[in-house]
């Protein structure tokens, strides 16, 4: 993954072009990896796709290595590691039957060659294309980052041609030079396409990172049609993979995105913190890096975990099969999940709840939402009651004055072509006893840290930032380089009152020059629910007062988070400060 850089040039070569129609199918899990357990696979699939050997994607590793070791210890773009890395990956194409190209980066940072392999098989008008970078960083042999990603697709290229299934679409792969230094080689091939020839491609899928040690399971635009097979293979595993939040921006699939072209892909995750609910599902070290060895000389062939490898080489396959073989109609299919899943509401009141929905396989469809298991005196309600899958709704529980007090299970029933089902937990306490009153601590951070736990240095009376009120306020980011920093408090809400409202006050300043990418966050989350994320295109001045309706949480201890996220360069400043949460 690329460090934040400019991206420039002018065009000066063509490819042909190709489309493709986006499908996915029901999922044929993998064979676990050495010291995992295996997941009995689901019973029906149209293309059943092979198993790729995380073995064979290991020695592609390990070549990749031996290149950087012998050829000054990296593969940066344009040295000669990356000429070699070329080769070695042409090579091994031909051999298999591969019609190669390699494009020249005339305008790239390192002027250097884009690979470029098409199967022969299926219509050259309708294409699904698979990319990764070749380049890494000169600090080190850049073995997750990229060499991973770029040998799950080897691999998976070599079985392709193996297997010779019966294409339905063509499929193209495809090696970019240059990402680290602003991701010139794909944008250099974008713009090299005309404008028919991008209409081709229908879709492309791009893998960088995917065996961070300390990983996750991460999607490019996880809700979307493209991403529906990625994320199908992965839901078949329980992994509960997560939207791409830190890689947007930052890898190749901007440039196609930047082009008008559907894109999604796998990544395990690079200089930002595991949270604790990622490590509670994911296993791993939460407060630590996803790749601790993230553009430094210890991403060696040792900084990669087999278990995330693998799984990101066979959900390659999943999707390779499901999008250029398969040869009947898929079934339409989507999930439905409840953030938060439980609350608590008073009598003669009501709490609210989000209903979310995505596409995971076929097409997106329309959804009609309704509930049972409400006790006697507890109504449910859905706005909009009807919706299209990858939307979501507003959950409305509101108890009478007589409702039946106690702990509730309502389950939520998403029916389109399918039926989904959730579950939200409602306790039901009796009216009247609403102590009220405001429940953070220090709200304006002019007692010390206590009871706020942060990052030190983010509690300040620093004049460079001035305080909303008094002298202290909270600071996260301002620095310019890579950090993630953190402010938290865990508060109780009290039960039984009308009404919640979290409150804060945030200014954002910024060197970011950017009017389109997020390169700088701030998330704020209650409990395990994301509230806000604001960026570097937030920016305003002076301080902006931001409400929430924390009306879910009632009668729940949880904790309230900042969480501040900077790249490499350009600084951004989120300065927070009279942070409230009054129940009344």
């Not at 042909?16 to 986006?22: D, F, K, S």
């Not at 193209?172 to 491609?201: K, P």
């Not at 898929?330 to 953030?339: L, R």
């Not at 951070?445 to 509690?459: D, H, K, L, Q, R």
């Amino acid at each position: 993954m690329r460090r934040k850089t400019l991206i420039t040039g002018v065009a000066l070569a063509v490819f042909t072009g190709m489309t493709v129609t986006l499908t996915a199918q029901p999922v044929s899990a993998s064979p676990s990896v050495a010291g995992t357990s295996a997941i009995a696979p689901p019973a029906a699939s149209l293309a059943a796709a092979p198993d790729i050997s995380v073995t064979n994607v290991q020695a592609h590793l390990t070549q990749f290595n031996s290149i950087a070791t012998s050829n000054g210890g990296n593969r940066r773009a344009g040295s000669a590691g990356y000429t070699a890395s070329v080769a070695y990956v042409k090579s091994r194409l031909q051999s298999a039957g591969y019609t190669v190209t390699e494009q020249r980066c005339t305008d790239c940072t390192y002027p250097s060659n884009n690979l470029i392999a098409e199967w022969p098989g299926g219509p050259a008008d309708q294409v699904v294309m698979f990319g990764s970078h070749l380049d890494g960083v000169s600090a080190g042999p850049g073995i997750n980052d990229n060499a991973t990603g770029s040998a799950s697709l080897l691999e998976n290229a070599l079985v392709l041609a193996q297997q010779n299934p019966t294409m339905t679409k063509r499929v193209r792969f495809a090696w970019w030079t240059d990402e680290e230094q602003g991701l010139n080689g794909s944008d250099f091939y974008v713009r090299s396409l005309t404008a028919t020839q991008r209409g081709y491609i229908k879709g492309y899928y791009n893998f960088d990172m995917v065996g961070s040690t300390n990983g996750g399971y991460f999607i490019n635009r996880i809700t979307s049609t493209t991403a529906a097979p990625l994320k199908a293979y992965w839901d078949s595993l329980g992994l509960q993979p997560e939207e791409n939040v830190e890689g947007q921006g930052r890898s190749d699939d901007y440039s196609f995105q930047q082009g008008g072209i559907p894109t999604s892909g796998y990544a395990a995750g690079a200089s930002a913190r595991k949270t604790a609910a990622q490590a509670s599902k994911w296993g791993g070290t939460s407060g630590s890096a996803y790749d601790p060895c993230y553009h430094r000389a210890c991403d060696t062939t040792s900084n990669v975990s087999a278990t995330v490898l693998n799984r990101s080489a066979d959900g390659v396959a999943y999707a390779i099969w499901q999008l250029a073989t398969g040869t009947g109609t898929p079934t339409n299919d989507f999930s439905v999940a409840v953030g938060p899943t439980s609350g608590s509401v008073a009598r003669g009141s009501s709490t609210t709840t989000t209903v979310s929905t995505a596409t995971t396989a076929g097409s997106a469809q329309t959804i009609s939402l309704s509930a049972t298991g409400a006790p006697s005196g507890v109504t449910v309600s859905f706005s909009p009651s009807s919706l299209t899958s990858g939307a979501s709704a507003t959950m409305t529980v509101a108890a009478s004055a007589s409702a039946t007090t106690g702990t509730h299970t309502i389950t939520v029933t998403a029916t389109g072509s399918v039926t989904r089902t959730a579950t939200y937990t409602v306790t039901v306490t009796g009216g009247g006893s609403c102590s009220g009153g405001q429940v953070v601590g220090n709200s304006g951070f002019e007692s010390g840290t206590t009871p706020w736990t942060a990052t030190t240095g983010v509690i300040t009376n620093s004049a460079s930032q001035p305080a909303h009120g008094g002298s202290y306020k909270a600071w996260l980011g301002g620095n310019g380089t890579t950090r993630t920093e953190t402010l938290t408090q865990s508060v109780t809400v009290p039960a039984g009152c009308s009404t919640y409202t979290l409150s804060f006050y945030l200014h954002i300043d910024t060197a970011e020059t950017t009017t389109s990418t997020a390169y700088d966050r701030l998330t704020v989350q209650v409990g395990s629910t994301t509230l806000a994320t604001y960026s570097n295109l937030n920016k305003a001045a002076g301080y902006q007062l931001r409400t929430f309706n924390a009306g879910a949480y009632a009668g729940q201890t949880v904790t309230l988070r900042f969480t501040g996220t900077e790249d490499s360069s350009l600084q951004t400043s989120f300065v927070v400060d009279d942070v409230t949460l009054q129940a009344s």
